[in-house]
């Protein structure tokens, strides 16, 4: 079983900065992708940004040259560095993990952690 656990949410400003954190743990073998998601109220689950093995990353159009992920995998922790932030980036940002534990894979999310930007 793999857990995560995110950290970074809160309340910021128009134009502030706030970074979010998630560190999985649990026997994990490797990492294949880890990436953050957003759900706003009334609205379906959609992607932030993801990161794989290589390094290669993925932006949502809405977030592109604001929003930076990264990991650390020596720490199976992936972070989302938010700048610039809008109030429409308010929504409960959840952590993704996929990968494999010893030889079953494993697609893994986070409890969510809020996000509210004021105008």
């Known amino acids: 079983q793999v857990h995560l656990v995110e950290s970074g949410g809160g309340l910021m400003q128009a134009g502030g900065s706030l970074r979010l954190s998630c560190v999985a743990s649990?026997?994990?073998?490797?990492?294949?992708?880890m990436g953050w998601y957003r759900q706003a109220p009334g609205e379906q689950r959609e992607l932030v940004a993801t990161?794989?093995?290589?390094?290669?990353?993925n932006y949502a159009d809405s977030v592109k040259g604001r929003f930076t992920i990264s990991r650390d995998n020596a720490k199976n922790t992936v972070y989302l560095q938010m700048n610039s932030l809008k109030p429409e980036d308010t929504a409960v940002y959840y952590c993704?993990?996929?990968?494999?534990?010893?030889?079953?894979?494993?697609?893994?999310w986070g409890q969510g952690t809020q996000v509210t930007v004021s105008s």
């Open positions: 649990g026997r994990i073998s490797s990492i294949t992708s």
């Open positions: 993704n993990v996929q990968g494999v534990v010893t030889t079953t894979l494993f697609n893994s």
């Open positions: 990161i794989i093995s290589g390094g290669t990353t």
